[in-house]
């Protein structure tokens, strides 16, 4: 994927470590507060990452990492397999991505930062031809109470199919599915409280686990998410791809 521009804004895979370090900083900006410190772990040095910055300053504005796999037999070298028994998933034939650690500055609230970087993504995805996108799309805050009508509406509508459908791992869950089976959700409430990433996946066609990981390193709770590209409504994979033009 070459570097391009759209507006205020373009996008380009890190080339330095300096690039890197950015990224590093504003995730730790984004997931654990000011203090001027890094976010890092050993998968960055195995991903791709994609950084958004403002044309005018050169200012980092977000920033994403990708982890490309062949197919499903390698995923229990992801990211996501800390968390989540994705043995199911090991038999998934087609070329895979996982997205980690998408994060917007604070600072900035222009919609248009998201567009882009999932314009970035799509490129990516037709240039590799990538059959499956996954990752942990995060809540802010390790209390479910504050998205009980966001997981409802994830249960009634939105589990992964059975035939994918990861298992319990980490040692601390909340089992959504189980638990709230008879709650009905007030969609107002529900979306208000979806982050926006995992919006975006769902409005695709995106899936997720039955259960959240409560993270209490990055003050967190993430469901496990995957979007098959086939699986893309045709009008949204239009609109998608006219965007990374």
């Known amino acids: 994927m070459a570097m391009f521009s759209r507006g205020r804004y373009r996008v380009r895979f890190a080339e330095t470590p300096g690039d890197i370090a950015a990224a590093q900083q504003l995730r730790f900006r984004t997931f654990r507060g000011d203090g001027g410190g890094i976010d890092a772990d050993d998968f960055d ?30 995923i229990g070298e992801s990211y996501s397999a800390q968390y989540y028994e994705l043995d199911a998933l090991k038999d998934y034939p087609g070329t895979m991505v996982e997205m980690g650690r998408f994060c917007i500055d604070p600072e900035w609230r222009d919609p248009d930062i998201l567009r882009i970087a999932w314009a970035a993504m799509v490129r990516f995805v037709d240039e590799h031809e990538v059959e499956m996108l996954f990752g942990c799309s995060s809540f802010h805050g390790t209390e479910a109470e504050a998205y009980m009508d966001a997981f409802a509406l994830l249960k009634d509508k939105h589990l992964a199919p059975k035939r994918w459908l990861p298992r319990v791992k980490a040692p601390k869950v909340f089992r959504f599915a189980k638990q709230l089976r008879l709650r009905k959700p007030d969609l107002k409430r529900a979306m208000k409280g979806m982050p926006p990433l995992l919006r975006t996946y769902l409005v695709m066609g995106g899936w997720v686990s039955d259960h959240a990981v409560v993270d209490d390193d990055l003050k967190t709770l993430h469901v496990f998410t995957g979007l098959e590209i086939k699986g893309i409504p045709p009008t949204r994979q239009r609109l998608l791809r006219a965007s990374a033009l």
């Open 45 to 74: 040095e195995r991903c791709i990452h994609v950084l958004v910055e403002e044309v005018k300053s050169g200012t980092l504005v977000c920033c994403y990492r990708l982890l490309p796999f062949k197919t499903g037999s390698e």
